[in-house]
């Protein structure tokens, strides 16, 4: 399949100044010399703990946040060295969802009129066509058509996120960022919010960047996995491949979190150590080497690649060398 987006040594720093000078004091990596690619029609989930980057990765893609270093390829065009016309051109094509969508839509506009605004500022079709758009999406994601008249306080956490929804949508876009997208829903609401986001990519063709913090959510809807930690992706395979045969101690603890309907697959059970160390002082050698139950001296100084393993299937630990 053709890669749709490219991320090359992405890196987003966070510092620290003090002092009369204001000299840096120090430098947290928020996303840490990170490169992945991602398919046309496939979804990627992005996991990881709190704080690990994945949603600095989400926003630094696009350009709502500027990133320190590397490279964000759009079909072969590199959005970091685009502006005007052409970076809105692109950056149409690339929407993101968030995990709280009452924060983006404005509590004095009907969600009509949010979900038209964007298609205004990107000059798409008449107002009729606007309308008719604003209409046809929010069938789509199952809201009926006198909703285009009411208030985002007048809707349900649920119902929000699928206007977050529409209005990505109204856009036509070909890639979407779904930044924990169902984190805050009930689980009974979640399933229905993951079910219309699978309809949409079979009916639009729709690429998915699709992060969360647990690998759960991620299971069913993910065509491949990638796993973060401290602002770098420590694994990444195909959904199957990563859930049977994880490589990295990480990956292998967080699933051994999760309970297995099927006995005759068999985990080891692996407890992690401690929390999440600071981005702005992170361990020395492997970042994981605190919490990791099998770390060896040479974890200790020095840090472990990150490469492809198997084929489809990269991990960055010492064990797999
Ligand atoms: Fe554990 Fe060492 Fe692998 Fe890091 S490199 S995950 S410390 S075994």
Redesign the pocket.
Known sequence: RMELIQVRNLKKYYTIRGGFFQRIKSCGKAVDNVSFDIFDGETLGLVGESGCGKTTIGRTMLRLIEPTGGEVYYEGNNIFNLSGGALQAIRRNMQIIFQDPFSSLDPRMPVGESIMEGMRINRIGTRKEQFDMMIDVLRKVGLEDYHARRYPHEFSGGQRQRIGIARALALRPRFIICDEPVSALDVSIQSQVLNILKDLQEEYGLTYLFIAHNLSVVEHISDRVAVMYLGKIVELAHRAELFYNPL???TQALLSAIPIPDPAVKRKRITLKGDVPSLFNPPKG?R??PR?P???DQ?LVEA?PYREVQKGHFAA???NE
Do not use: G, S, T
């Open positions: 990295h101690p990480y492997c994981f080497h990791c099998f770390a060896k974890c472990p630990c010492w064990l």
